[in-house]
């Protein structure tokens, strides 16, 4: 049995006590300044405790990890879905894909009711939830050819209960790739200089690809300096480019942007993923984490005052102005993807398990990159946290609520029981070069603030309008790499889908159906998307209120399918790991939506909602957001939709954890009836390290193979 050396215990216990006396500052605060390094300090000692144990513990004794088992990716290589690929890469590919627009814009949604509830979930949620979810989810695809979650939960929990994942989480997912293409949208619109340097992403990741593949193949540390310098050089050149005769050349309008967005999401899902998809998504990483080790430095750097309250009073009341409904259970829907997702599952189980080279790289990758985005998330929050409260209300309510000029904006915060003059109003926006920002709802610009504000402290206020548009583009690039992988994932789920019907569909490289399904998936969410540009309350924005509470139930799911197959795969005793999550999410997203649904108040019920614009209509008036009685009805269909799709999902979800529960049951009872549908063991000839740095043993595994394959060439 291994002892801990005294320096490796005295490491850890630092940490620890970093960790703990961030916690401890920020719970016993109260009426004085806290800066928001304590938050950090908490947020990365927890992360550092939990995958040095929590995340070891649970590969090596409950999943154990088979490093002499061939994954998918080594039996299975065709060089377009199927394809080992370096771990390195492969961590790149996975965050980018999983860390789309939830990290940046809930928790700063979910500041509204204070800082310290958001910081409690997304880091204690992202250790026992979120990271275990994701993790467990990629091994067991690992283990299954890389087959997706609702295909998991048709053959492991049965026809029944499958179905109704299948069904949902397909549903899901077009809801999330629409949602998170209108954001990008949103973003990109009218910004030359994020357009351009976003489609300069595109051909240094072909560069990149080819370079790895054909010119240079291994040399991983070589496209990453290269594919940085090309990266900042975009990123140089975008704002030269808005500031010249060519701004007009990508100024595109967002039907414009629809079109490419929905070509590039075609493309990039049937290309090989050497090509596009994993070195674009790798090259975006380096500006995520860059920016995020620069934010956290610049926190660390200048010690920024939290302002915002620890806990607000619209946390109790459930009345605030950026969203409605109480703590809970809307702060844990609305932070999402930052603790738990359940996006994360269907990229879990799609992209990354066809091309993980070995399976003790699943923890790193799985539970590390869940990590980081819980860190994303954090950083969110301390952005949205350190700005004027006053500030963060006039941009972040709607216009219904606070007026279109400053001085109505300044009486309404005052009326929600806080305070900023209209003349600060207008030099904070004035200081972006920014004409208003007032009612800039979303959470992006509200983040682009707090990250303007930290960096300037260290550059300069003359930077403030450059930190905040570079944000702004921060988060497009962001989001626009979630929507690449999301498509290809999509296309899985319907070839899966369909595979049951007509097998050619089973393989997943066969390229008619590899086409078809792209297209289908991306016709349906281009759809939604083109339909909610034109139209500003129609298409996307009708399905934008559910896009929370779909994400959450969709992780039920995941967990759901998790916990039956530890109890399947004779891992009875460890069932809790996903257990206790599963249950914590289905109480909190299940009420959500009963909530959605039932609520007397109009701005949580859908229903009541649709019968108060009902009612408008019959006695001829028009309520706002509506503008028009035309407005007016369609107002009334989007509720009608809400609530209808929201009461079906949450009715498809119980299915999911019952017949779940049916089949856990019906195993302990019987074990022997039970039968998984594993891929059976193939003996690895890969040899490659588990986490980022290897290890002098795995140093000393790859000098054997190198050995042994420069013996088998011939000289």
């Given at each position: 049995?291994?002892?801990?050396?005294?320096?490796?215990?005295?490491?850890?216990?630092?940490?620890?006590?970093?960790?703990?006396?961030?916690?401890?500052?920020?719970?016993?605060?109260?009426?004085?300044e806290?800066?928001?390094?304590?938050m950090?300090?908490?947020?990365?000692?927890?992360?550092?405790?939990?995958?040095?144990?929590?995340?070891k513990?649970?590969?090596?004794?409950?999943?154990k990890?088979?490093?002499?088992?061939?994954?998918?990716?080594?039996?299975?290589?065709?060089?377009?879905?199927?394809?080992?690929?370096?771990?390195?890469?492969?961590?790149?590919?996975?965050?980018?894909?999983?860390?789309?627009?939830?990290?940046?814009?809930?928790?700063?949604?979910?500041?509204q009711?204070?800082?310290?509830?958001?910081?409690?979930?997304?880091?204690?949620?992202?250790?026992?939830?979120?990271?275990v979810?994701?993790?467990?989810v990629?091994?067991f695809?690992?283990?299954?050819?890389?087959k997706?979650?609702?295909?998991?939960?048709?053959?492991?929990?049965?026809?029944?209960?499958?179905?109704?994942?299948?069904?949902?989480?397909?549903?899901?997912?077009?809801?999330?790739?629409?949602?998170?293409?209108l954001?990008?949208?949103?973003?990109?619109a009218?910004?030359?200089?994020?357009?351009?340097?976003?489609?300069?992403?595109?051909?240094?990741?072909?560069?990149?690809?080819f370079?790895?593949?054909?010119?240079r193949?291994?040399?991983?540390?070589?496209?990453?300096?290269?594919?940085?310098t090309?990266l900042?050089?975009?990123?140089?050149?975008?704002?030269?480019v808005?500031?010249?005769?060519?701004?007009d050349?990508?100024?595109?309008?967002?039907?414009?942007?629809?079109i490419?967005?929905?070509?590039?999401?075609?493309?990039?899902?049937?290309?090989?993923?050497?090509?596009?998809?994993?070195?674009?998504?790798?090259?975006?990483?380096?500006?995520?984490?860059?920016?995020?080790?620069?934010?956290?430095?610049?926190?660390?750097?200048?010690?920024?005052?939290?302002k915002?309250?620890?806990?607000?009073?619209?946390?109790?009341?459930?009345?605030?102005p950026?969203?409605?409904?109480s703590?809970?259970?809307?702060?844990?829907?609305?932070?999402?993807?930052?603790?738990?997702s359940?996006?994360?599952?269907?990229?879990?189980?799609g992209t990354?398990?066809?091309?993980?080279?070995?399976?003790?790289?699943?923890?790193?990758?799985?539970?590390?990159?869940?990590?980081?985005?819980?860190?994303?998330?954090?950083?969110?929050?301390?952005?949205?946290?350190?700005?004027?409260?006053?500030?963060?209300?006039?941009?972040?309510?709607?216009?219904?609520?606070?007026?279109?000029?400053?001085q109505?904006?300044?009486?309404?915060?005052?009326?929600?029981?806080?305070?900023?003059?209209?003349?600060?109003?207008?030099?904070?926006?004035?200081?972006?070069?920014?004409?208003?920002?007032?009612?800039?709802?979303?959470g992006?610009?509200t983040?682009?603030?707090?990250?303007?504000?930290?960096?300037?402290?260290?550059?300069?206020?003359?930077?403030?309008?450059?930190?905040?548009?570079?944000?702004?583009?921060?988060?497009?690039?962001?989001?626009?790499?979630?929507l690449?992988a999301?498509?290809?994932?999509?296309?899985?789920?319907?070839?899966?889908?369909?595979?049951?019907?007509?097998?050619?569909?089973?393989?997943?490289?066969?390229?008619?159906?590899?086409?078809?399904t792209?297209?289908?998936?991306?016709?349906?969410?281009?759809?939604?998307?083109?339909?909610?540009?034109?139209?500003?309350?129609?298409?996307?924005?009708?399905?934008?209120?559910?896009?929370?509470?779909?994400?959450?139930?969709?992780?039920?799911?995941?967990?759901?399918?998790?916990?039956?197959?530890?109890?399947?795969?004779?891992?009875?005793?460890?069932?809790?790991?996903?257990?206790?999550?599963?249950?914590?999410?289905?109480?909190?997203?299940?009420?959500?939506?009963?909530?959605?649904?039932?609520?007397?108040d109009?701005?949580?019920?859908?229903?009541?909602?649709?019968?108060?614009y009902?009612?408008?209509?019959d006695?001829?008036k028009?309520?706002?957001?509506?503008?028009?009685?035309?407005?007016?009805?369609?107002?009334?269909?989007?509720?009608?939709?809400?609530?209808?799709?929201?009461?079906?999902?949450?009715?498809?979800?119980?299915?999911?954890?019952?017949d779940?529960?049916?089949?856990?049951?019906?195993?302990?009872?019987?074990?022997?009836?039970?039968?998984l549908?594993?891929?059976?063991?193939?003996?690895?000839?890969?040899?490659?390290?588990?986490?980022?740095?290897?290890?002098?043993?795995?140093?000393?595994?790859?000098?054997?193979?190198?050995?042994?394959?420069?013996?088998?060439?011939?000289?």
């Amino acid at each position: 049995m291994r002892t801990a050396n005294p320096r490796s215990i005295v490491i850890w216990t630092l940490v620890a006590l970093v960790g703990a006396a961030g916690w401890t500052v920020l719970a016993l605060a109260r009426d004085e300044e806290v800066s928001a390094a304590w938050m950090v300090a908490a947020a990365l000692g927890s992360y550092a405790i939990a995958y040095r144990f929590y995340s070891k513990f649970i590969v090596n004794r409950v999943l154990k990890v088979d490093k002499s088992r061939a994954t998918p990716a080594e039996r299975l290589d065709n060089g377009i879905d199927y394809h080992p690929t370096d771990r390195r890469v492969l961590l790149g590919h996975h965050f980018a894909a999983i860390a789309g627009a939830g990290p940046l814009v809930g928790p700063v949604l979910a500041a509204q009711m204070g800082y310290l509830p958001g910081t409690i979930w997304i880091i204690v949620g992202v250790i026992f939830a979120g990271a275990v979810q994701d993790m467990v989810v990629l091994f067991f695809s690992t283990r299954r050819d890389g087959k997706s979650l609702g295909q998991m939960a048709r053959e492991e929990i049965g026809p029944f209960g499958g179905a109704a994942a299948l069904l949902a989480a397909f549903a899901i997912m077009i809801v999330l790739l629409g949602v998170l293409a209108l954001v990008v949208v949103n973003a990109l619109a009218d910004s030359p200089w994020g357009t351009f340097s976003i489609a300069m992403t595109i051909p240094i990741a072909l560069f990149m690809g080819f370079y790895l593949r054909v010119l240079r193949p291994g040399r991983v540390s070589e496209v990453s300096l290269i594919g940085i310098t090309l990266l900042l050089l975009a990123l140089v050149a975008g704002r030269w480019v808005a500031e010249s005769s060519l701004a007009d050349t990508f100024t595109l309008a967002p039907s414009t942007l629809v079109i490419w967005l929905v070509a590039y999401g075609f493309i990039a899902s049937i290309l090989p993923v050497w090509m596009l998809l994993a070195p674009r998504d790798y090259l975006s990483t380096f500006m995520k984490i860059g920016t995020i080790l620069l934010l956290a430095l610049g926190v660390v750097f200048t010690l920024p005052t939290l302002k915002m309250d620890p806990v607000t009073d619209f946390a109790s009341r459930g009345d605030g102005p950026v969203f409605a409904g109480s703590l809970f259970p809307f702060v844990f829907i609305t932070i999402a993807c930052g603790a738990l997702s359940g996006f994360h599952a269907l990229i879990s189980s799609g992209t990354t398990p066809k091309m993980v080279q070995k399976e003790t790289q699943i923890r790193m990758i799985g539970y590390g990159s869940m990590l980081m985005e819980s860190a994303v998330a954090v950083m969110a929050l301390v952005a949205a946290s350190i700005i004027d409260p006053g500030l963060y209300f006039a941009m972040n309510a709607p216009a219904g609520v606070i007026g279109d000029n400053v001085q109505a904006a300044s009486q309404a915060v005052a009326g929600l029981g806080y305070s900023i003059s209209p003349e600060d109003l207008a030099q904070a926006a004035k200081n972006v070069e920014e004409s208003s920002l007032l009612s800039r709802t979303g959470g992006a610009p509200t983040l682009a603030v707090g990250v303007s504000e930290i960096f300037s402290k260290v550059t300069g206020d003359s930077m403030k309008a450059f930190w905040y548009h570079f944000a702004i583009m921060f988060e497009a690039l962001f989001i626009l790499t979630a929507l690449d992988a999301g498509t290809r994932v999509g296309r899985f789920m319907l070839q899966d889908m369909l595979g049951n019907v007509y097998k050619p569909f089973k393989k997943v490289s066969w390229k008619p159906g590899l086409i078809i399904t792209s297209a289908v998936v991306t016709g349906l969410w281009g759809y939604f998307l083109w339909v909610g540009v034109h139209e500003p309350l129609g298409g996307i924005n009708q399905l934008f209120p559910i896009f929370g509470i779909s994400n959450q139930l969709l992780a039920a799911v995941a967990l759901a399918v998790c916990t039956t197959l530890l109890v399947k795969s004779g891992r009875l005793k460890w069932a809790w790991i996903t257990g206790i999550p599963l249950a914590w999410d289905a109480t909190v997203t299940l009420t959500a939506s009963w909530q959605k649904v039932f609520s007397d108040d109009p701005r949580v019920g859908f229903f009541k909602q649709r019968s108060i614009y009902q009612d408008a209509i019959d006695d001829g008036k028009v309520l706002p957001p509506a503008k028009s009685m035309d407005d007016m009805h369609t107002v009334v269909t989007n509720s009608t939709v809400d609530g209808v799709l929201t009461a079906a999902l949450a009715l498809l979800i119980v299915v999911v954890i019952a017949d779940a529960a049916r089949i856990c049951v019906k195993h302990v009872r019987n074990p022997q009836s039970s039968k998984l549908s594993e891929a059976p063991y193939v003996e690895s000839k890969l040899t490659a390290p588990a986490g980022l740095v290897a290890t002098p043993e795995e140093k000393a595994e790859l000098a054997a193979a190198k050995a042994s394959d420069d013996a088998r060439v011939p000289s």
